[in-house]
């Protein structure tokens, strides 16, 4: 059964820190590549970080340098430690498998992220 809940979110102000989790049923993360994704009202949603599953990250150009995105494989969470916050940021986060399109059946309610100016 797969089942991916994401925790974390909340309001901050420009150049703040929040750290998301993911907790994730039906992978085993030392064996795919869990990314994080982000929805903005009115906009598509888009990946922003990956990591494979021999811990090799890869992130969007416009938050490379400030988010960090890790995994403890034993307790099958996915977290994203995003520093330097910036209002572009403000979007629903969500996890999935990498590549995972708005057909994926198994999206999570996800975790709202504010950043005021």
């Known amino acids: 059964q797969v089942q991916l809940v994401e925790s974390g979110g909340g309001s901050v102000q420009a150049g703040g820190s929040l750290r998301l989790s993911c907790a994730a049923s039906?992978?085993?993360?030392?064996?795919?590549?869990m990314g994080w994704f982000r929805q903005a009202p009115g906009k598509e949603r888009e990946g922003v970080a990956n990591?494979?599953?021999?811990?090799?990250?890869s992130y969007v150009d416009s938050v490379k340098g400030r988010f960090t995105i890790s995994k403890d494989n034993a307790k099958n969470t996915l977290y994203l430690q995003m520093n330097s916050l910036k209002p572009d940021d403000t979007a629903k986060y969500y996890c999935a498998p990498c590549g995972a399109r708005m057909g994926f059946p198994y999206w999570g309610q996800g975790t709202q992220v504010t950043v005021s100016s």
């Open positions: 990591i494979g599953g021999d811990g090799m990250a």
């Open positions: 039906g992978y085993t993360f030392s064996r795919v590549c």
